[in-house]
């Protein structure tokens, strides 16, 4: 009998040298890929309070003139609702926070969520390592509902469910364990491919390759902004001024 059980032993080390080496490279993988995302999004955000502070000011005084001149043209514009290109910087702000994420959550994302909150809640079980494994695909989920990331909560639960099989089986807790560090590892390097591909084509984005590019040949793409919406305030306030002018001349004429 005890020779019997050799065989099966051998095998299960030989399955977790091989679960522990899978494990060691998607670590080392999130360890290389981690500090190059923070590194992205601390850039985008830093361009994008350059971006506001120099060109953002000027498109809200171009939205302020041309409401103005709609009044005035007996048109009805909204406070809250810039137009023209003061509207293309307002949703190119948004698109820099949000990274494209969407404002409102889908019924469908609710109930995605839902339904991992209902498999994998930590109270649910007793066993603390159980406990620690479930909160962090709680936390894990928590991040991917905030983010609208359907896909990631998808990928969540179908990596809690294939585990809560596993646990199930005969096999030992080691191998139980790193194949839930390896699911959450996968997990992880997966949402972290979504959000830098998020970042990498939002608009802001791109325009801040642009701007980086131009500098490298001695241009200054921000300065070509501010000079081309300063042009264009100085249009509408002359057609501001002209209006205001044939009010006056028609309010005389009345009288």
């Known amino acids: 009998m005890i020779t019997d059980l050799i065989p099966s032993r051998e095998a299960e080390a030989q ?9 060691q490279g998607l ?6 890929r981690e500090p190059e995302l923070i590194r992205l999004q601390t850039e985008l955000l830093q361009f994008e309070r350059v971006y506001l502070s120099v060109v ?16 005035l043209q007996g048109l009805d514009v909204g406070d809250d609702e810039p137009s023209g290109e003061a509207g293309e910087a307002g949703s190119l702000a948004d698109d820099a926070v949000g990274c494209g994420q969407n404002r409102f959550h889908s019924d469908r994302l609710k109930k995605l969520y839902r339904e991992v909150a209902r498999k994998f809640h930590p109270d649910l079980v007793q066993c603390e390592i159980e406990r620690h494994h479930r909160h962090q695909l709680m936390v894990e989920a928590n991040h991917a509902y905030e983010a609208g990331a359907e896909d990631r909560l998808n990928e969540l639960l179908q990596a809690g469910e ?14 139980i364990l790193l194949l839930r560090r390896i699911s959450e590892a996968k997990s992880l390097l997966a949402g972290m491919a979504d959000d830098t591909a998020r970042i990498q084509t939002s608009e802001l984005f791109k325009l801040m390759r642009r701007v980086q590019a131009a500098d490298t040949l001695g241009d200054n793409i921000l300065n070509d902004l501010v000079s081309q919406v300063d ?18 001349v028609t309010a005389d004429g009345a009288a």
Request: glycine share 2%; aromatic share 2%; charged share 40%.
């Open 15 to 23: 399955a977790l040298r091989a679960r522990r080496e899978e494990l």
């Open 56 to 71: 953002g000011n000027r498109y809200d005084d171009l939205a302020a003139i041309e409401r103005e001149i709609a009044r």
């Open 162 to 175: 294939t585990l809560e099989a596993v646990s199930d089986s005969a096999m030992s807790a080691e191998m």
């Open 27 to 32: 670590e080392a993988e999130v360890a290389l």
């Open 231 to 248: 042009r264009q305030i100085r249009k509408a306030k002359n057609r501001l001024e002209h209006l205001r002018e044939l009010v006056i």
